[in-house]
């Protein structure tokens, strides 16, 4: 009898882990004809679909059929191909692409319900369980490598996958339940572990991903424990996750990537499931000081859909400008500011009218398969308010460099030494950065200067050598990359920072901070122009990172006079160095303007003077 158990059990095995004992595959997913189809098929939220309609068969059929990764996504169409590995739970997030087209019951989806879609998506379930840590956590970067990242995300997409198939049903009810008790282990350990909270108090956007993954599990099935620990962590990261000059840490920093685009996903989910509640007020008010914060940082260009970004202070990823239509969140409802940065209904339906007509004009071509993000599945059927155009307008005339006149404005963190300083004067507006570095990205000093005319006309870029205002003595770096602590004065009165958000009395404002060992730096903002004064020892360069249009023009071919032509308005840079400026391409966009870098090479001094 044992030897019959035995041999049971081993054919068992080699079910699990090889498919069927008699090597019978799998059916394979079909390709989908969109010839078949129209663009008028898909309602307005779904015109981004048929990209995905039409290559899901080939990211369906890379789920492996058997072996030890049988129901692993093999294809690297979601994270970078080389952390594409059967150990990173971050690939089976697209589990959600397989669940929904499985549950989705429309008359473009021929995959509905598919036995072949069906059986991939329980494998791949299968292994999606055989990842997970006994605490509950996931990896992401090796094998055994758990972390935040890993374990939060899962949550977020499970929690959608979980909610298409409790409605659609159709799969295994013990492999459900299994999937369920998984989730829920990984909710827990995320709001229990102290460790990947302290971690999350820098990484904001990985903690608060694990958030919507449990208000889902919560609307499902509702439990006292799990709600008490989500409510206390939710008012905990209000304090510890958001500085008190309004941005979320990324990196222990700003960032204004991740906080416009991940953080602002994570918390529309959020949103969605809280709208009306009590609880939407904590997110609300955290939304509140954050657009705030956006509204000193990011400078609206006449006549554009841009906003140009003070992004020399960014600590993870490039974002040089955002589109008045990128903080794509349903909180304007609430938070009256927000309105300024998410797109009007009027400008909605214009754009949906523009993609339906570009997919009418190339279809049935959706273009070659590169991203397949389960993340544009996640949005799909959620809680959506949008401003009117008048609401919209309304809300950017309260933008304080277009409402006031003139100012001298201050946001202090508590978590780094850092300090952001804004000054608007009747006819520019410039920011200014001080503090210590969290990342070897940043770059302080200027970070922009803003002209009611003629727009953003500097702008100081991170991660660069070549595009960042300051000081280049002999290193590879200007000086304000490395920390920068200022002394400032307003009308010779030394200000004392303090953490949090006010306004500094009106005045003659002076900066002044150290060049390593090798010098000194004065700043004068004026009522019309800034005055620069640099002490160095030996041969230095001072680098002006301008931004221009195609249409713009810099006139560098006078001594001592650099001319910046733009919208009808003129700029001039006037210094007083021996040697001729020149100008310098970088291959840098923002927005729909290229930064070039005015270079002003001098030996022991050089004042110069921006006249606006």
Known sequence: MSKIVAFCSTLLLLAVIGGSVSGQSWPKVKDVDLSKLSPNDFKDDELDLPYYLKHFHTVANSVIESGPDKGYISLAVWRRPVDN?????????????????????????????????????????????????????????????????????????????????????????????????????????????????????????????????????????????????????????????????????????????YNMNTHHSNSRIMYDYTHGKPMARAIEKEEEKFVEWLAFNAVKEPGSKYFTLNRGTETRTPAPVVANYIVKSPLGEHVELLRAFTPAKEEITENNRNKRKVLTEKWPDVGKLDTYSPTNLLHLNRYQWNPSKAQQAAAMRKLPYLSRERFTHQRVDSKVPVVFTFVKRKNYYAAFNSGKVTSSRQRYGIGLLWDPVAGTFLQSHAATKDAAWGTKGPGDLVYEAKDLFAEMRINGERVNEAVGNRDLELGVLTVHYPLGEAGKKELTFQENEIRVNVTHQAAFKEFLPLLVHAKDEIDISRQGVVTISKNGKQIEIVYDSPEMATLQKTDIKSGDQDAVTIVISARDKLTYTIKM
């Not at 019951?105 to 292994?127: C, G, H, I, Q, T």
């Not at 055994?144 to 949550?155: C, I, Q």
């Not at 999350?200 to 608060?208: D, I, M």
Request: charged letters at 25%; proline letters at 4%.
């Open 85 to 257: 590995k059967p150990y990173n739970a971050r690939i089976m997030e697209n589990i959600l692409s397989l669940a929904y087209f499985y549950a989705t019951d429309r008359p473009w989806n021929p995959y509905f319900k598919s036995e072949a879609v069906k059986v991939r998506m329980e494998a791949a379930l299968e292994f999606w369980l055989r990842m997970q840590h006994s605490s509950g956590k996931f990896s992401e970067y090796g094998p055994e490598k758990w972390n935040l990242a890993g374990t939060s995300f899962a949550t977020l997409c499970m929690g959608r996958t979980l909610e298409l198939l409790q409605k659609s049903g159709g799969i295994d009810a013990r492999l459900f339940n299994r999937v369920k008790a998984a989730q829920r282990k990984a909710i827990m350990f995320v709001l229990d572990d102290e460790e990947v909270y302290e971690h999350g108090k820098n990484y904001t956007n990985q903690y608060t991903a694990s958030f919507p993954g449990a208000l889902a599990y919560l609307k499902m099935y509702p439990e006292k424990e799990m709600q008490d620990k989500f409510e206390r962590r939710l008012e905990q990261t209000g304090k510890d996750f958001q500085s008190p000059a309004g941005f979320f840490y990324e990196a222990g920093g700003t960032d204004h990537g």
